[in-house]
């Protein structure tokens, strides 16, 4: 099993900055790569970035390619994902989720563990 517990939600303002952080335990050499989903009210599950634990390859969405950097502390077995010029429509409740694999790193269905969630508000 992998536990994983997001944390660094809040409330900021349009154009501000937020990092949260996905600390990771138990069993983690037995997943293959990290992500970030979010769920915004009345929408479906929405894949924000991605990160491979053996090389630092990553992976992002398009609506916030060039905004948020997810990294990584293999020996703090934590995953950050760093969000800037945030925007209302960034608002959702923020998951980190372990993947078995690189494949269907952007599928929901190909991740195996996930955290409680984080919320993230922003403000206009």
């Known amino acids: 099993q992998v536990q994983l517990v997001e944390s660094g939600g809040g409330l900021v303002q349009a154009g501000g900055s937020l990092r949260l952080s996905c600390a990771a335990s138990?069993?983690?050499?037995?997943?293959?790569?990290m992500g970030w989903f979010r769920r915004a009210p009345g929408k479906e599950r929405e894949f924000v970035a991605a990160?491979?634990?053996?090389?630092?390859?990553?992976y992002y969405g398009n609506t916030v390619k060039g905004r948020f950097t997810i990294s990584r502390d293999n020996a703090k077995n934590t995953v950050y994902l760093q969000m800037n010029s945030l925007k209302p429509e960034d608002t959702a409740v923020y998951y980190c989720?372990?993947?078995?694999?690189?494949?269907?790193?952007?599928?929901?269905?190909?991740?195996?563990?996930w955290g409680q969630g984080t919320q993230v508000t922003v403000s206009s």
């Open positions: 990160i491979r634990w053996s090389d630092d390859i990553t």
């Open positions: 989720a372990a993947a078995t694999s690189w494949v269907r790193i952007t599928d929901s269905r190909g991740y195996n563990h």
């Open positions: 138990g069993r983690t050499f037995s997943s293959y790569a």
